[in-house]
Nanobody, 125 residues
């Protein structure tokens, strides 16, 4: 079956960096666009970043643009999220997800078919 396993979360100070990884299995990874979303209790899941299946195109939420970088290694079936200059407002559970869609549709959670279990990122001031 399809599994998306996030790792790399943790507790850091404001200004620090983290790199999240998401290892995929059971799906044709190179045929799927991948995205990262985040969620805090009581709020809807929020788009963070997405990358096309070929890694030729990336998309970012305005709140993370210039600080986060999404990348993928299709040979390793893994997508990454490099997060720099972290802020307390970045605190959330981060989820990776797989989609057969493309373009700006990747900004919407309902365009994703498979989801990971999430990894907690906590940024203190």
């Amino acid at each position: 079956q399809v599994q998306l396993a996030e790792s790399g979360g943790g507790a850091v100070q404001a200004g620090d960096s983290l790199r999240l990884s998401c290892a995929a299995s059971g799906l044709p990874f190179s045929a799927d666009a991948m995205g990262w979303f985040r969620q805090v209790p009581g709020k809807e899941r929020e788009f963070v970043a997405a990358i096309s299946k070929s890694a030729g195109t990336t998309y970012y939420a305005d709140s993370v643009k210039g600080r986060y970088t999404i990348s993928r290694d299709n040979a390793k079936n893994t997508v990454y999220l490099q997060m720099n200059s972290l802020k307390p407002s970045d605190t959330a559970v981060y989820y990776c997800a797989a989609s057969r869609d493309w373009g700006n549709s990747l900004r919407y959670s309902n365009r994703y078919v498979y989801w990971g279990q999430g990894t907690q990122v906590t940024v203190s001031s």
